[in-house]
């Protein structure tokens, strides 16, 4: 699950807080200066009340977020007397189209002499903790189970993913189509070749070579591929469609020598499945066990 930590402060309470998050989630805390502009799961949001509302820099930030590459709004914050800032800030949300978490942390701060000290270390050490919950919520404790599913044309893929099978004690499957992609079928130059005409059309969904993934003994579902055409193959939408993933967490992940992962690919396997799609990440090829396994154990726990 990928998250990301942005606040908004006048008193530096708030940015206490934010820091205190970040550490505990991996993250870094920002300004709502600084743009979201790679795909999150979590935005988890710092703000506080300034004249009876949130700041209209936070309305303008929450405004300036794409709803395709933010999951869901997570708010936290202080204040002197007012309390919490949800409803503001989902009012913003909502207009946005971003999903807003119904949890939230809220804790008194420092102003003017009232509440001196606060937010003090018991209030971060809170705020750490409410973070790691809301990033470890869905897994309740236990440890996953995880497959870790791959389709790879020129065996890029396949060694990162059995690289990640391998360091998580994960089976693995390789997604195949029935009829194997040639040289010539996979020259994205050649307007007409196979991999081309599949790519230009968002609903092909070629077929597959069979329908043996253990998909419903694991809670955790990796599924690897190259980055064609900047998003997911189809052969991909293939697999994700001829399966139930009720009840499970999918977790894209993809090599390609430039292309990030993009927002596209989680966004349409979210409208395959209808199951919790994080981010992804994507890899290089030469990517080490400890870095793919340290990443995908914040899934797996």
């Given at each position: ?39 999150v ?12 509302s ?83 919520v ?5 440890k ?12 890029v ?7 990640l ?48 993934a253990p ?22 939408d293939?697999?994700?469609a ?17 292309s ?9 396997m ?22 793919l ?9």
């Amino acid at each position: 699950m990928k998250a990301a930590v942005r606040y908004y402060t006048k008193t530096g309470n708030t940015k206490r807080l934010a820091e205190a998050v970040a550490k505990a989630i991996g993250a870094e805390a920002l300004p709502i200066s600084v743009p979201v502009d790679e795909p999150v799961d979590i935005l988890f949001l710092g703000n506080s009340y300034y004249a009876f509302s949130i700041d209209p820099e936070v309305r303008s930030f929450v405004a300036s977020l794409d709803k395709n590459m933010v999951g869901r709004i997570v708010n936290f914050g202080s204040a002197a007397m007012l309390n919490s800032t949800w409803k503001k800030v989902k009012a913003e949300a909502d207009k946005a189209g971003i999903p807003m978490d119904e949890r939230e942390f809220h804790c008194k701060g420092e102003f003017k002499g009232i509440h001196k000290g606060k937010p003090d270390a018991q209030d971060l050490a809170e705020a750490a903790d409410f973070a790691k919950s809301i990033i470890n919520v869905s897994s309740g404790g236990k440890k996953m189970k995880a497959l870790v599913t791959y389709f790879s044309a020129s065996g890029v893929t396949a060694k990162v993913a059995k690289r990640l099978a391998d360091a998580i004690d994960s089976p693995v499957y390789e997604i195949r189509p029935e009829v194997p992609y040639t040289a010539a079928d996979l020259d994205w130059r050649n307007k007409k070749s196979r991999s081309t005409l599949e790519m230009s059309d968002k609903n092909c969904r070629p077929a597959l070579a069979d329908k043996d993934a253990p998909v419903a003994d694991a809670d955790v579902v990796f599924v690897g591929y190259p980055v064609w055409w900047y998003r997911e193959p189809s052969i991909i939408d293939s697999f994700l469609a001829a399966y139930d993933f009720s009840g499970k967490r999918v977790v894209p992940f993809a090599t390609s020598g430039s292309s990030g992962i993009g927002a596209e690919a989680p966004q349409r396997m979210r409208e395959i499945t209808g199951a919790e799609v994080d981010a992804g990440k994507r890899f290089a090829a030469g990517a080490s066990a400890e870095e793919l396994k340290t990443w995908a154990e914040t899934f797996l726990k």
